[in-house]
Nanobody, 125 residues
Framework: VQLVESGGGSVQAGGSLTLSCEVR????????YGWFRQAPGKQREGVAA????????YYANSVRGRFTLSRDIGKSVFYLKMHGLRPEDTAMYYC????????????????????WGQGTQVTVS
């Protein structure tokens, strides 16, 4: 499969953005999908993830209550809706897929994910 992100951009603090990740392939695999971000000089950080059946949805403490991961399986797209953005949310955001149905405790570990998108930049000032 190929993962293609879109929706990044520049916003002021307190603003909102919605990132999209299109899963391109013959089918929408029943996998765990996640969002990661990486700021310059920092390690890639797990932001949110969802297993194949949609529950539970995992969130990093730093974004819980502000970000929401949702899916439209019919369109083979999953989203990261971001509200209350802060300058510290500035990063390159990536979507990724584990080739397994469940995310498990490793949902925030980049090594657990095999497929990655190219990234989309989010800048909050």
């Amino acid at each position: 499969v190929q993962l293609v992100e879109s929706g990044g951009g520049s916003v002021q603090a307190g603003g909102s953005l919605t990132l999209s990740c299109e899963v391109r392939g013959p089918t929408y695999p029943s996998w765990c999908y996640g969002w990661f971000r990486q700021a310059p000089g920092k390690q890639r950080e797990g932001v949110a993830a969802v297993p194949y059946d949609g529950s539970p949805t995992y969130y990093a403490n730093s974004v819980r209550g502000r970000f929401t991961l949702s899916r439209d399986i019919g369109k083979s797209v999953f989203y990261l809706k971001m509200h209350g953005l802060r300058p510290e949310d500035t990063a390159m955001y990536y979507c990724a897929a584990q080739r397994s149905q469940y995310c498990g405790n490793g949902w925030k570990h980049a090594d657990e994910y095999r497929d990655w998108g190219q990234g989309t930049q989010v800048t909050v000032s």
